[in-house]
């Protein structure tokens, strides 16, 4: 009986700590401005809005699962399943020290190979910035360092401009010192991406907003996220400012399960031999 206590013991703990270093996917609060949003699976059905842009439209694109995504399913996400974080930590328990997993978790951020999720939506955002329409990506990254990566930002800019997109760069640079910091750093606006460090994406936009000029008659905003979704209507609202906001599914679609045994043995060659497997080479 005692033995059993003490095995359920330890794996009450295991459960706690994997917990608090891979936490489960937070839960979707459908609050105020939820009627607003509309859902769409491709930038083909809101062509009419593209169309409609003008100088006084900022368009707003989230950037993974919105623009990009992988064709590996661990590259897709970090809200993994139990089981797999059970097992990882039982093979792995090292990686219960955060900078050692971040290590190994940026190498995949780094390798894993990512595509536009629709290719003619890089078309779309040169049309828009012709005939004058400001469009800028929205994004949750990390700003600074991530593991090996050493400039988070830069390093998506340049991801970016690689697939063919660059956003509007009619702002300098800018680092938002008035918001909280997350990991030593502030939300920045970087050559027209604007990273909000993991805080609430509504207020990294209006203090974004509010650093310029003159305000946007209307903003368009698409994200994969709900929670995203409602924060940016929150502060448009706040703002005063006429808003269209695109709930993006188009990444759903993107062929690939969720594996454990496969993700267990891409985070192995992380571990082992610092590179990253695609799901393809492993079937």
Known sequence: MFGNLKKLN???????LINIFFPLSAAIHRGD??????????????EEVFEKANEDTFVFFDVDDTLISSSDAF?????????????????????????????????MWEQAPRFLVEPQVAGSI???????????ALTSIETGVYGVINDFPKWRYDMLKHLGIEFSQDHQNVIFHSLPSYRSNYPIFYKGILCANQLDKGLVLKTFIKSL???????????????????????????NVECSLFHYKGASKI???WNTNQALKQVNYLITENRWVEDSQLQ
Not at 10 to 16: E, G, H
Not at 33 to 46: K, R
């Open 10 to 16: 330890i794996l009450l703990t295991i459960f706690i």
């Open 33 to 46: 401005g939820l009627d607003s949003i509309i859902e769409i699976s491709s930038f083909e059905q809101i």
């Open 75 to 107: 590259a897709r996400g970090n809200h993994f399943p139990l089981l797999f974080r059970l097992k990882l930590f039982l093979q792995h328990p090292e990686i219960v020290i955060p900078s050692i997993w971040e290590n190994y978790y940026s190498m």
């Open 126 to 136: 040169e049309k828009l910035k012709q005939k004058g329409s400001k469009v800028y």
């Open 213 to 239: 000029e003159t305000l946007p008659q209307k903003i368009v905003f698409f994200d994969d996220s709900i929670t995203a979704l409602q924060q940016v209507s929150k502060a448009c609202k706040e703002m």
């Open 255 to 257: 062929s690939g399960e």
